[in-house]
């Protein structure tokens, strides 16, 4: 790129440095005024570029029709060949550059019809390139919202949001009018790049500084002249894309530890909270979330994978006032997770890494509710079979095996199959898993204060089931069928109701129930009812 006298009161940018072009000497040397300093003294080509536009007179040649093809000339040399392809702003209309001729004279087709033929002076007319691309980068994040498609937070503009011409989505030509495409920079005190952009009764900015409202003002929809953007809290937000559920947006704080979830005053729509979810089970999220999924059904659940491989699962519903999480702990690592909708709900599959015959490996699996082991193969023969094969998957390892409903004892595949006690028509072959359910100590007040600290027994203990095979209650078997090897050709029947487990003895200032289920057997807890006796001593 070689200077031109126009240059003059032009910007000149290279990474962090930028300095105001004041003087003019010949094509290789000009004058600059250094605003913030730049890293060298020798900047290499591309990396450098000059902003605004050339301070001269510019003329058109014609100002109408739309679609024409006319001439822009200027008083002193500014154009240059990479100028081909970038708008000009000139007499309330808009031009693009199509060809090079000279320093001086350019080819440009109208866009928007000029109001005149007459020169522009200096700042009186500009030179606008594309936003996007090049060392500008492109915008990381979108969304749709009253018939625009939304961008934001490129590298070069990481603080501005564009809205598309209404019902145009790829239609990104400025203008006044108001389904005309949109720009906007969020005003802050410090650098505060836009990571998400998304919905919770409106258009919501998510940045690394806070969460930002964007909305038209007087009531009005947003247009390129009315545009509302308030700043709702300072929280931040992590790089992990946030998730719409129900009326609430769940986003991870910029921390990584935290969910919160952002939603409009019941009282002000205007004003937005953003309360912590994720409060009372922090040490669930502790290692840093990495992604999030949201299941909407057959039952509302928040999948959120986390640093340490653990998945954490928040079973969500506002209405009925319900926030439960739990910790999803497999043979390996879960890495990621996503929700595919499907005909009967929401399918949620994961990217699992586990090391298999001492090689790591990553699995794509899909969580099945009607299955009970992890990494599972299911088959059935007609003519029923002692060796199962295809197992190739799980090589080396224990594996848990049900048989027509039964659970048989463990097996360790080798060569990519196991060998039964019996024969089986329908199988079931995986990797164990417990689900487990610990309770919290209650809080019992009495005439002595609080029961934190006293000496608690738990005398007796109901838990309420539904189609659930066996479990065991503090580590006692809970009686349900007993299974032996006179029945194993039948399946075991699923109980719905209640079983009780007796007294678990005296513990100072706990009192903890531990219901667990460690066969591949179905398990569905709906309450835990215990009898605590208080003994302050």
Known sequence: MTFLISDVGRDIISGAGLGTITGYTDTTHVTVEITQAFAANTVEVGQWTILGSPNTTCTPSASSPAGATITLTLTLAGWRAEDVGKFVSINGGLCRITG????????????????????????????????????????????????????????GFPQTFWGSTIGEYLDFMLGTADDEAISYALASDQLDPILHLAQAGGLVALTYGGEYSIRGGNEKPITPTNIQVKKQSNYGSSKVPPKRVAAELFFNQRAGRKIRALAPDRFDSEQYGASDISILSEHVTRSGVTAMAYQAEPVSVLHVPCADGVMATLTADQEQGVFGWARQITNGLIESVCAVPVADGDRVFAVVRRVINGVPVRYIEMMDPELHTDSALTGSNPAGATTWTGLSHLEGRTVNVKADGVALSDRVVVGGQITIERLAYNIEIGLNYSSKVVTLTPELPGERGSSQGANLSINRVIVRLLDTIGCTINYQIVPFKQLGLEVLDRSPQPFTGDKEAGNLGWETGKAVTVIQQNKPYPFHLLAVIAEVTVNHG
């Open 100 to 155: 090079f001729t000279s320093t001086q004279v350019v080819d440009a087709v109208i866009v928007r019809v000029l109001t005149g033929v007459v020169a522009a002076p200096p700042l009186a007319w500009k030179l606008e390139g594309s936003v996007w691309g090049g060392v500008n980068g492109y915008p990381r994040c979108g969304t749709i919202y009253g018939q625009r498609l939304y961008v934001a937070g490129s590298p």
